[in-house]
T-cell receptor
Framework: EAGVTQFPSHSVIEKGQTVTLRCDPI?????LYWYRRVMGKEIKFLLH????????ESGMPNNRFLAERTGGTYSTLKVQPAELEDSGVYFC????????????FGPGTRLTVL | AQSVTQLGSHVSVSEGALVLLRCNYS??????LFWYVQYPNQGLQLLLK????ATLVKGINGFEAEFKKSETSFHLTKPSAHMSDAAEYFC??????????????WGLGTSLAVNP
């Protein structure tokens, strides 16, 4: 069974540019999460999809961040325009439907905004 | 608000020594508790989880953790460290009244070094 995959693994962009991160969850997992770790700080929740619907987007920093999950499959997280403070590692995770199922994580995308 | 404290951002042990990584949570009602590990250049991997069953939880790679309600703790231990245990370890919780909001709340992480 393939795990959670994320693309790209690294992205270096300049302030003001746009970047789109992609996450492919484990097949059949309805729940998809995005988290972010800024250097020196704890991992923080960004949002949670159940299938194609946003269940909880309370962690999204501001309206420069847009997340979508097309047809309840893969998800994208777009940052437009990127700011310096957006640098960090963006993790995606997926889980099955039952409560408190294990969240399986991808390897993360390291975003550097210069 | 729920929070997680991991004491010690860096822990160093000798190979074969006991590993003890500390985690305390802030909640009057016990949350669901998790330990994840991140090996170099890899994603986060679940080590073990507590979801209100047995208080002593056994995980992968010889790790275990004990839930102590009176101490609001969920410390991670391993009797004998291996070089391959060098990694970053994260304690995380899901609030007990989370309902459908299953977001993980994380500690800062502890980087474990194992010396030969």
């Amino acid at each position: 069974e393939a795990g959670v995959t994320q693309f790209p693994s690294h992205s270096v962009i300049e302030k003001g540019q746009t970047v789109t991160l992609r996450c492919d969850p484990i097949s059949g997992h309805d729940n998809l999460y995005w988290y972010r770790r800024v250097m020196g700080k704890e991992i923080k929740f960004l949002l949670h999809f159940v299938k194609e619907s946003k269940q909880d987007e309370s962690g999204m920093p501001n309206n420069r961040f847009l997340a979508e999950r097309t047809g309840g499959t893969y998800s994208t997280l777009k940052v437009q325009p990127a700011e310096l403070e957006d640098s960090g590692v963006y993790f995606c995770a997926s889980s099955q439907t039952r409560s408190f199922d294990t969240q399986y994580f991808g390897p993360g995308t390291r975003l550097t905004v210069l | 608000a729920q929070s997680v404290t991991q004491l010690g951002s860096h822990v160093s042990v000798s190979e074969g020594a006991l590993v003890l990584l500390r985690c305390n949570y802030s909640s009057s009602v016990p949350p669901y508790l998790f330990w994840y590990v991140q090996y170099p250049n890899q994603g986060l991997q679940l080590l073990l989880k507590y979801t209100s069953a047995a208080t002593l939880v056994k995980g992968i790679n010889g790790f275990e953790a004990e839930f102590k309600k009176s101490e609001t703790s969920f410390h991670l231990t391993k009797p004998s460290a291996h070089m391959s245990d060098a990694a970053e370890y994260f304690c995380a919780v899901i609030a007990p009244n989370a309902g459908n909001n299953r977001k993980l709340i994380w500690g800062l992480g502890t980087s474990l070094a194992v010396n030969p």
